[in-house]
Structure formats: C-alpha cells, structure tokens
C-alpha cells in the first residue's frame, strides 16, 4: 500500500516506522528540515520537506498516487487543508488527528474518512489502565463505533474452566459482543472458538465490543478491579 504521512512529529515518526515493518510505501511530509533528515537516516522512508498545506508540495509527494494519508500535523487547521487538498488530487482514504472537537465538523466537511479524537483516545486508555489493567484495545471498528479488545484471563478468574458458551450466555455479558479468538501460550495458537471451546487460565481472548460494553464483559469473564 501506498501511504503518504503529513507530519513528522512523535506519532508520524512511530507509525511511519510500524507501516514500513509491515512492508508498506511511506512517503513523508513535515517542514522540518532537520526531522525529515533524521528520519529518513532512520528508516530510510522517502521525506519531502515541505508545507503539507500546500498543493505543490503535495503533488511533489506524488500524493495523487497515494492509497491514504494520515494528516498529523499539530494544527487542526493544517490537517483539515490538508485533507481538503488531499482530496482533491484524488486520495480516497483520508485519516486526521483531531486535537480540538470543536473542528469536528470542519474535518466532516473536508472530506476526511476516520477522524481520531486525541484526547478521547487518551481518556480511553487511562481508564482502561486504572479499572481494567488486563484488558487492552486493539484496533478500532466503524469509526471508534467498536473496537477489538486483548483480555488476558487470569488465575482464578471465574470463567477458567467454563466453556465459551457459558460466558456468552451469561446475563451480564453484552448481547451485541462477541469472543472472537483464543491465543494459548503453551501452545502458541491462535483458536477461533466455538460454543464448547473451554477457556484456561493465562489464555488471551479477544473480543470484539462497543467502548461502553468493556466493564461488563471484564465483570462476565471475571476479572477483578
């Protein structure tokens, strides 16, 4: 995949680094002379130094070939430009950092595909470290509408030894959730499991849950605050 990243600061710089782990094109823009150097002496990803609000900027970016662009400026104002211009070469997928919520509408407007809400993402997780420190979040769906979530069962959790469908049916647990897999150290085995699958200690079982729904299936499978 072909992906352009508008702005080199601490998140553009790590996600830039994960996207070429993972085998993908990067194309880097920042205005920063001296980070566009380092990163690319870094990762040896391909920088342009320049304005990313800028339309000659971006087509010397080849942004026009892109499959997506990740607008990370610090600036909403720069980011929500930015996806203006981005659109309007032909970039279908367009994904925004949003530092203020007050330019929520502004970024609809600009054409941006996935907004990221910073501060809800932020306030999401120390949530989840303070009440749920065994649950972690790991990719979002529809938009932050649901998210997959890693729950590392522990030691006498009340779900050990239970079968999936024992947990499922429990009142507690959210109708609209779903265990979708089971990874096993001992075995080193991802499972997607079916209703008699049992659950052990130390497993990892990941569910796919609205944000809201978290508390009560941590409370179903048994995990103590």
Request: aromatic share 4%; hydrophobic share 45%; proline share 3%.
């Amino acid at each position: 995949m072909h992906v352009a990243v508008a702005g080199a600061g601490l998140v553009g710089r790590e996600l830039t680094r994960k996207l070429l782990d993972h085998g993908h094109d990067v194309v880097v823009i920042d205005i920063d002379h001296e980070v566009c150097e380092n990163l690319y002496a870094e990762t040896g990803a391909l920088t342009v130094n320049g304005d990313a609000t800028n339309l000659a900027v971006l087509r010397d970016a080849g942004i026009h070939r892109m499959d997506v662009i990740l607008c990370l400026m610090r600036n909403d104002t720069d980011n929500i430009s930015c996806s203006i211009l981005a659109r309007s070469l032909g970039v279908e997928r367009i994904l925004a950092r949003m530092r203020d919520p007050g330019y929520e509408s502004a970024y609809a407007l600009s054409g941006v595909t996935n907004i990221v809400r910073v501060a809800d993402l932020l306030l999401d997780q120390l949530m989840m470290e303070v009440e749920q420190p065994a649950v972690k979040r790991i990719m979002s769906l529809g938009g932050g509408d649901a998210y997959v979530y890693a729950v590392r069962i522990p030691e006498g959790a009340s779900c050990v030894d239970k079968s999936v469908r024992e947990v499922a049916e429990k009142a507690d647990f959210p109708r609209e959730s779903l265990l979708m897999g089971i990874y096993r150290d001992d075995d080193e085995k991802f499972r997607i499991p079916r209703g008699q699958d049992v659950l052990k200690a130390m497993d990892t079982v990941f569910v796919i849950a609205h944000a809201g729904d978290i508390q009560p299936i941590a409370q179903a499978l048994g995990l103590k605050e």
